[in-house]
């Protein structure tokens, strides 16, 4: 805990300055985090005898990624040529003997679409009016619940929730994850309101339904990347991030919580 306490304070303080300034600071940032998970989900698929193709994977979810933050309106045609690429490289493992090329096109695609496009979230997030905020916002509230989750799951779990996926999960745990996550987006509004930006933009109930919805799904990424990991056969995705794993442990909630919040943001608050 305390390893893992220590990494987050580092990646708060570079990752602070970066969420606050925006532009090519942010990207450099969340690009490194989402080009890092391709990798990795590349890597893990191969443990597992599949063979997903590598430059296509986390080329595209870098090109995807560049299209979605700094040339929107170029984004869908450079996704679609992605998928197109993947196809095409495929087609000629097929047909040089790889029989299984149908399901690693389909392992391929997985990475563009869930890290690529889903993962890009994260950018149009921070590009809403007051992005910084927001995006503070949303992933404080995937941070209290995560938190909730490890420490009292950790110390008081006793009902598995999902054994086969992650044994150590309890419900317990994801209860936890559902009541900080709730007080502390009613408490994150508050401070934020008060003392940030976001004076007269939402209210504590929205701040604390947000929490609530921020608390109960999420986990789902992280139940997800788990799904993949134990196919595989490895416990974490790599070492890179000491008391955390890799790039894709870390973000494995933020894809969720970037999408949820993005809407929700859209739907009810602008």
Not at 35 to 42: D, H, K, L, M, T
Not at 195 to 223: E, K, M, R, S, V
Not at 231 to 256: A, E, M, N, T, Y
Request: aromatic share 18%; glycine share 14%; charged share 10%.
């Amino acid at each position: 805990m305390l390893k893992r306490t220590i990494t987050a304070l580092g990646l708060a303080a570079i990752g602070l300055p970066a969420i606050l300034l925006g532009g090519i600071f942010y990207y450099f940032l969340m690009g490194t985090f989402l080009i890092g998970a391709a990798r990795e989900y590349v890597i893990l698929f191969r443990a597992a005898r599949y063979q997903p193709q590598f430059h296509v994977t986390v080329g595209g979810v870098a090109a995807i990624t560049i299209a979605r933050t700094f040339f929107p309106d170029f984004a869908q045609p450079v996704f679609a040529i992605a998928i197109l690429v993947a196809m095409a490289y495929h087609l000629v493992a097929y047909e040089r003997g790889h029989d299984q090329a149908a399901v690693d096109f389909g392992i391929t695609v997985g990475g563009l679409v869930y890290i690529g496009w889903i993962g890009s979230y994260l950018f149009d997030l921070r590009s809403l009016p007051e992005g910084g905020w927001w995006f503070m916002l949303v992933m404080f509230c995937v941070m209290y619940g995560d938190t909730g989750a490890y420490s009292i799951g950790k110390a008081y779990g006793r009902h598995k929730m999902a054994p086969r996926l992650s044994p150590k999960k309890s419900w317990e745990g994801y209860a936890a994850s559902v009541i900080t996550a709730t007080w502390g987006g009613g408490f994150t509004v508050y401070a934020f309101t008060t003392y940030g930006n976001l004076a007269g933009q939402i209210t504590l109930w929205q701040g604390a339904i947000l929490g609530f919805i921020l608390g109960a799904l999420p986990p789902l990424g992280d139940l997800g990347e788990s799904m993949i990991k134990r196919q595989s056969g490895i416990k974490d995705s790599s070492d890179i991030i000491p008391g955390h794993g890799g790039f894709f442990d870390r973000i494995d909630s933020w894809l969720w919580g970037a999408v949820i919040g993005y809407y929700f943001l859209i739907w009810f608050i602008f």
